[in-house]
């Protein structure tokens, strides 16, 4: 029995190919999605994703042993593509027999994916159009999630709405597409359930659970902060791609807009070159999210968030929040 019923029908899919009771991912949080957030997570019946970001294999290492100490339940792992120990890193995941590996942040470099399978992981891509979402299942993806604008971190440039009008119709019959971006209420989940979605993948909602490790002073600044106050990064300079990070504005998105204009300058002048330019402003971002989410500093850091924050309020355990969506999810389904 299940409280649930229609819901658990619609994610049955999901669910079976995560290995978890409910298809609802926590998607991986640079800094939050460690062992607590990510046991909880898979605990209390959602699928937890660790958050590998910069880490070294060593680190990563650490991260998993410790999660499988909270937790008897799977989870996951989020590879960044760009890390410069990427095929290490999954090594470390193979190792410990991760049974499902998240590919993020840009196309899967040559023979991971083969590298991952090989391992006996289940690869997750993240494709941000129905072209490349054809050529990550072509190239051996399980599962792919969708990810829209309203989302916080790293974004695309369009909507989880049209993304999902987009994938979901020409895939989700044959494929599992999960859906994420802007999710708060079961209501969306359910909405996305009934056009094909094999599950869904929240962030913001999840960073400020009980168990997550933020800061006191970040959580405060989600429980504080409404929809619009969770804006894209603006590109300065055409020379220097910015990958549009959503978060909450504060000093610190403003500076970045100077971080920037300095960076273009010592460009014109020779004093850097083209990489070197372009990996300090991505490494702007990477110290910023550290300094908000462990040091608390909620002026400097990078308060990485999407729009759903008006939704959060308070801080829950995760179980509420899960429990939550479900119920609001079921009581959608049950009107139709
Ligand atoms: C603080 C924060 C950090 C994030 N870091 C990552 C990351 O390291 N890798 C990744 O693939 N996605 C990252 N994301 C995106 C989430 O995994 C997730 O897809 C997103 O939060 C879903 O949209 P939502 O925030 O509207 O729920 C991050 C999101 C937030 C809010």
Request: with cysteine; charged share 20%.
């Given at each position: 029995m299940t409280a649930y019923p229609r819901a658990h029908a619609l994610m049955k899919r999901g669910a079976e190919f995560l290995g978890?009771?409910?298809?609802?991912l926590c998607g991986a949080m640079s800094w939050?999605?460690?062992?607590n957030l990510v046991s909880a997570i898979s605990n209390a019946g959602g699928f937890g994703v660790i958050a590998?970001?910069?880490?070294?294999p060593e680190l990563l290492d650490a991260e998993i042993t410790a999660t499988k100490a909270l937790t008897s339940k799977p989870f996951g792992v989020n590879l960044i593509t760009?890390?410069?120990?990427l095929f290490d890193l999954i090594a470390v995941c193979a190792r410990h027999s991760i049974g499902l590996v998240v590919l993020a942040g840009g196309i899967p470099p040559k023979g991971s994916i083969e590298a991952l399978k090989e391992a006996g992981a289940k690869v997750i891509c993240i494709p941000p159009t129905l072209a490349l979402a054809k050529k990550y299942l072509r190239s051996g993806a399980d599962a792919l999630v969708i990810e829209g604008m309203?989302?916080?971190?790293h974004i695309g440039p369009v909507s989880t709405s049209v993304l999902a009008q987009e994938i979901l119709p020409e895939l989700a019959a044959d494929h599992l597409i999960f859906v994420a971006g802007g999710i708060g209420r079961g209501e969306a989940i359910a909405g996305y359930l009934e056009m094909g979605a094999a599950g869904v993948q929240l962030g913001t909602r999840f960073a400020c659970a009980t168990e997550s490790i933020a800061h006191p002073a970040f959580k405060s600044a989600f429980f504080r902060g409404n929809a619009r106050d969770a804006i894209a990064s603006v590109q300065v300079d055409p020379r220097l791609p910015v990958i549009p990070v959503r978060a909450l504005k504060n000093k610190g998105t403003e500076e970045f807009t100077a971080k920037q204009l300095e960076v273009a300058k010592l460009l014109d002048s020779g004093a850097i070159e083209m990489g070197e330019a372009q990996l300090q402003i991505e490494h702007y971002w990477a110290g910023a999210l550290r300094r908000a989410v462990i040091?608390?500093?909620?002026?400097?850091?990078?308060?990485?968030?999407?729009?759903?924050?008006?939704?959060?309020s308070k801080e829950e355990p995760v179980a509420d929040i899960i429990a939550t969506l479900m119920q609001e999810c079921e009581a959608a389904l049950a009107k139709r």
């Open positions: 978890s009771e409910y298809a609802i939050v999605s460690e062992r590998c970001g910069a880490m070294t760009m890390h410069p120990g309203e989302a916080g971190g040091d608390g500093d909620v002026e400097n850091g990078s308060l990485m968030a999407g729009q759903s924050v008006g939704m959060v």
